[in-house]
């Protein structure tokens, strides 16, 4: 089976310029999450969707940020214009209420770098 | 607000050796779920094993075991025989019962020492 799918994998722009990162969820979870992992923060929850719907988006830095997941094999998260500030590592979950206990099934992420 | 401190930013320990890393959380609430992920350098968030807040027993998986001491809050992973692979961050997580969030510590990166 294979995990969440991430890309891209790494993802260098210039400031200004409109970033989007993309997410496939494990087939059949029907929760998926976006996280940005800096040093000084951690690990940041952004937003999550419960079959395709937003269900919290507080964690949301600003209004340049966007989220989207138009069908259940799909997410986007997208930032613009982007600030050298959101350089960072996004990952993207997934993960089934199959149980309380079920953890998230973390994609491998991607390196953003805003110059 | 739940929080989860992992007050070791590193750690590091000899090959073969064992190893205990600390976590911490505040909650008001009695069912919940504890969680240990690895990240190694290739960044993929890799659960390594989880609580249930009702079990009294502690979780084991090999040569992770964890210390759950509900009352002082303290959820602490124990790595018997230390191996290279085990090098990476290690992040604590907190999932309260019939929450869809879970909610990290900022990690502790483990060194194994060849």
């Known amino acids: 089976d294979a995990g969440v799918i991430q890309s891209p994998r790494h993802e260098v722009t210039e400031m200004g310029q409109e970033v989007t990162l993309r997410c496939k969820p494990i087939?059949?979870?029907?929760?998926l999450f976006w996280y940005r992992q800096t040093m000084m923060r951690g690990l940041e929850l952004l937003i999550y969707?419960?079959?395709?719907?937003?269900?919290?988006d507080s964690g949301m830095p600003e209004d340049r940020f966007s989220a989207k997941m138009p069908n259940a094999s799909f997410s986007t998260l997208k930032i613009q214009p982007s600030e050298p500030r959101d350089s960072a590592v996004y990952f993207c979950?997934?993960?089934?209420?199959?149980?309380?206990?079920?953890?998230?099934?973390f994609g491998d992420g991607t390196r953003l770098s805003i110059l | 607000a739940q929080t989860v401190t992992q007050s070791q930013p590193e750690m590091s320990v000899q090959e073969a050796e064992t190893v205990t890393l600390s976590c911490t959380y505040d909650t008001s609430e009695s069912d919940y779920y504890l969680f240990w992920y690895k990240q190694p350098p290739s960044r993929q968030m890799i659960l390594v094993i989880r609580?249930?807040?009702?079990?009294?027993q502690n979780a084991t998986e090999n040569r992770f075991s964890v210390n759950f001491q509900k009352a002082a809050k303290s959820f602490s992973l124990k790595i018997s025989d230390s191996q290279l692979g085990d090098a990476a961050m290690y992040f604590c997580a907190y999932r309260r019962y019939r929450d869809d969030k879970i909610i990290f510590g900022k990690g502790t990166r483990l060194h194994i020492l060849p």
């Open positions: 979950a997934s993960s089934t209420r199959g149980g309380w206990n079920q953890p998230q099934h």
């Open positions: 969707f419960n079959n395709n719907v937003p269900i919290d």
């Open positions: 609580q249930e807040a009702y079990k009294q």
């Open positions: 087939s059949g979870h029907d929760y």
